[in-house]
């Protein structure tokens, strides 16, 4: 398999007021997953998973402005997870090789993920990630649950 | 079942040059999906799906100023796709009654989707469709190929 796998694991949404958009999905009927925080939300979708998390700090992961104009940050992310940390290695190159700017270069995170940024030709995030709890996936490319 | 339901079917990017956007995504190595066109390009995603569309006829169809300040459209929206016309039509007044803001009344668009949007309170947008050709879910949400 070569390439950057055709898949959205997760989908970030960066947040100014967590409590108020944690509480404005969970009227929707959502329940918050295992370990959501006061720093931290998210919810099962479907096969992939939208998370909340503060804007500041998801631009600043991405490597990208907090704010301004086109190029800087919109508020969302999405995800690619990978199977090994090898293999979000290889996308993240495949991405650069593909001609994406790399706004993030690869790093093993305190939280024990590792991730890098890429963005498309018009600023559309891309997170390539490696999570010992997030690997596997089905035929279809389908996060199968841990 | 009420409230609505937690998926994301589709992620919609709006974009300024398609067909730049599109030669990316498929250097990537994605294959675009059967109906795809000048006019609109779609990926499968691993049970989503990313589709390509013209920025200012997505920010229209979501009901939100193409340019603008924090609340204006971002680039991107997601998707949930029901069962049936009826529960789409139910599942945007449970939005509403969450407080949610409707930018886009629903309504049957001529490519035979039916469809509305809602605004998180923070201005990211959510389609809430019917498609004829997008209605079956496995127990998990995800979306079963037609």
């Known amino acids: 398999m070569s390439g950057v796998p055709a898949r959205v694991t997760?989908?970030?949404i960066g947040v100014r007021d967590l409590p108020v958009m944690r509480a404005f999905y969970e009227r929707l009927g959502w329940d918050a997953g295992e370990g959501s925080s006061d720093g931290f939300v998210w919810f099962e979708c479907g096969g992939t998973r939208v998370s909340l998390y503060p804007w500041h700090l998801l631009a600043a992961e991405?490597?990208?402005?907090a704010?301004?104009?086109h190029t800087a940050f919109r508020g969302i992310t999405l995800a690619i997870n990978c199977e090994t940390e090898g293999r979000?290695?290889?996308?993240?190159?495949?991405?650069?090789?593909?001609?994406?700017?790399i706004t993030a270069e690869g790093v093993m995170h305190p939280h024990d993920v590792w991730s890098g940024y890429f963005a498309?030709?018009?600023?559309?995030?891309?997170e390539v990630a490696w999570s010992p709890r997030s690997n596997r996936f089905d035929a279809r490319g389908?996060?199968?649950d841990p």
Do not use: F, K, Q
Request: glycine share 14%; no cysteine; proline share 9%.
């Open 120 to 126: 498309d030709p018009e600023g559309n995030l891309w």
């Open 67 to 69: 704010e301004g104009p």
């Open 10 to 12: 997760y989908i970030g």
């Open 142 to 144: 389908v996060l199968i």
């Open 88 to 101: 979000a290695r290889e996308v993240l190159e495949a991405a650069r090789a593909a001609g994406a700017r």
């Open 62 to 65: 991405a490597g990208v402005p």
